[in-house]
T-cell receptor
Framework: GAVVSQHPSWVICKSGTSVKIECRSLDFQATTMFWYRQFPKQSLMLMATSNEGSKATYEQGVEKDKFLINHASLTLSTLTVTSAHPEDSSFYIC?????????????FGPGTRLTVT | QKEVEQDPGPLSVPEGAIVSLNCTYSNSAFQYFMWYRQYSRKGPELLMYTYSSGNKEDGRFTAQVDKSSKYISLFIRDSQPSDSATYLCAMTASSGYSTLTFGKGTMLLVSP
């Protein structure tokens, strides 16, 4: 099956600093990547959708200036949490979909746990 | 009313039991229904997907969709301790460029 990796798997940062999370599709070209956020015992909440070479589309309520998404290549998307605050602490998961794949054929990364102190 | 409702559990069963996991939804436009398994601190893994109403079987897993009742189920036969995980349902209206709507997930614990 298709493999998606995320790096780092866990990061701790101080309030006010920025953190970058990478999402890579290892064995297929991901024309679309999705970024989700998951709080404990809550469902995955879609933050934004990005297509390679285009600006990301953010869901309502997600601050685009705070959560910067870049999808510069067919195998890499990054999420940068700028000026992080403790309330940004969460589990961030990316998923990727290939060019001719259906919506349900999203392959998820292992997630990144962000703790802001 | 949330778009997708799912009992968070935990659901505890002995090894070998038949497990039934369910979701209800309110959006009649949903056509594609997925079940994901998520182990602790890991990303979700697609188990099964179903289009419209009906049943689909894959090994020990059976997915059922009843669009008239807006109700979907995942059955696990001969449950194993390795099945212990959180199971999330997800659905979408289109197979094309559309997003998934997830339930909160049900935590399943299978004891040996």
């Amino acid at each position: 099956g298709a493999v998606v990796s995320q790096h780092p798997s866990w990061v701790i940062c101080k309030s006010g600093t920025s953190v970058k999370i990478e999402c890579r599709s290892l064995d297929f070209q991901a024309t679309t990547m999705f970024w989700y956020r998951q709080f404990p015992k809550q469902s995955l909440m879609l933050m934004a959708t990005s297509n390679e070479g285009s600006k990301a589309t953010y869901e309502q309520g997600v601050e685009k200036d705070k959560f910067l998404i870049n999808h510069a290549s067919l195998t890499l998307s990054t999420l940068t949490v700028t000026s992080a605050h403790p309330e940004d602490s969460s589990f961030y998961i990316c998923s990727a979909r290939g060019r001719s794949s259906s919506t349900y054929e999203q392959y998820f990364g292992p997630g990144t746990r962000l703790t802001v102190t | 009313q949330k778009e997708v409702e799912q009992d968070p559990g935990p659901l505890s069963v002995p090894e070998g039991a038949i497990v039934s996991l369910n979701c209800t939804y309110s959006n009649s436009a949903f056509q594609y229904f997925m079940w994901y398994r998520q182990y602790s601190r890991k990303g979700p893994e697609l188990l099964m997907y179903t289009y419209s109403s009906g049943n689909k079987e894959d090994g020990r897993f059976t997915a059922q969709v009843d669009k008239s009742s807006k109700y979907i189920s995942l059955f696990i036969r001969d449950s194993q301790p390795s099945d212990s995980a959180t199971y999330l349902c997800a659905m979408t209206a289109s197979s094309g460029y559309s997003t998934l709507t997830f339930g909160k997930g049900t935590m399943l614990l299978v004891s040996p």
